[in-house]
């Protein structure tokens, strides 16, 4: 499929998203992106790793190597068994009541869900209290300066973008500290067999001299533990959720001895 054509216009549905990441164009996407992903998270052995989002795509590198991981897909969203081989790892949930109790994830990754969210600071909150001190944050987020989010072909191309100070400043005023960013995707949004072929080679060259028009922004942070005071009666509401995944429960997601 050449040009900019050939995709659709919403990305709601976790069946367009699902098909978006199964086209070449996707493939190439996911692959740089998660490149940079690994480089900032570069060993996860012995965490747990949770993603929000639609964020299966993500994850498979960190099967085999986490202790546990599981993706939260959004209600509004919808939801697909994953990963095809294996127990079932997907749950779907409200993004603002998340089915898992305090402190038991190390990892959390956040990917077509925050533009998209209507509730960013019940998101926000919720992921505090579900990550363990310590732990770190990485929001996958389309680049306001970037041309994938002008254009509608993709799914980054969908709800709000953001620049990188605005990314920093929905931390801090959600109790957590930025500590590294990076960027993917300096490549337009076009699928042609020689843009895909060389997309590695311009992302290697782009990343140096124009990474602030990357596509997305990929920003890591780590949990502000002296907040804890002010979360302490801001339990999720208890309203029930969808589960797909096998063994994943409220109480289930402890170690063993936790």
């Not at 909150?125 to 310590?134: F, N, P, S, T, Y």
Request: charged residues 25%; aromatic residues 8%; proline residues 7%.
């Amino acid at each position: 499929m050449d040009g900019l054509s050939g995709f659709p216009g919403m990305w709601s549905d976790v069946v367009d998203l699902r098909d978006f990441y199964d086209t070449s164009l996707g493939q190439m996407a996911c692959r740089l992106i998660r490149r940079q992903l690994r480089e900032l998270w570069p060993d996860v052995a012995g965490q747990r790793v949770l993603g929000l989002g639609f964020a299966t795509p993500y994850l498979r590198s960190f099967l085999g190597e986490a202790e546990r991981v599981a993706a939260v897909m959004p209600a509004s969203q919808g939801v697909l068994p994953w990963p095809p081989e294996g127990p079932g790892m997907t749950l779907l949930a409200d993004e603002t009541d998340l089915p898992f109790p305090d402190r038991c994830m190390d990892r959390i990754l956040l990917v077509h869900a925050l533009e998209a969210t209507e509730h960013v600071r019940g998101l926000m909150r919720e992921i505090w209290r579900v990550l363990a001190d310590g732990g770190r944050l990485i929001i996958i987020a389309p680049n306001r300066r970037g041309i994938w989010a002008r254009l509608e072909v993709t799914p980054f191309g969908q709800g709000r973008p953001y620049t990188t100070g605005q990314l920093a400043r929905l931390l801090r005023d959600n109790m957590f500290t930025p500590i590294a960013h990076s960027g993917a995707l300096i490549l337009p949004p076009v699928s042609s067999r020689l843009a895909l072929r060389m997309a590695p080679a311009v992302e290697r060259l782009g990343r140096r001299w124009f990474e602030g028009l990357a596509g997305v922004k990929l920003i890591e942070a780590s949990k502000q533990i002296y907040a804890a005071g002010t979360l302490r009666d801001a339990r999720a509401r208890r309203r029930g959720y969808l589960p797909v995944a096998q063994g994943f429960g409220r109480s289930g997601f402890g170690r063993s001895g936790d």
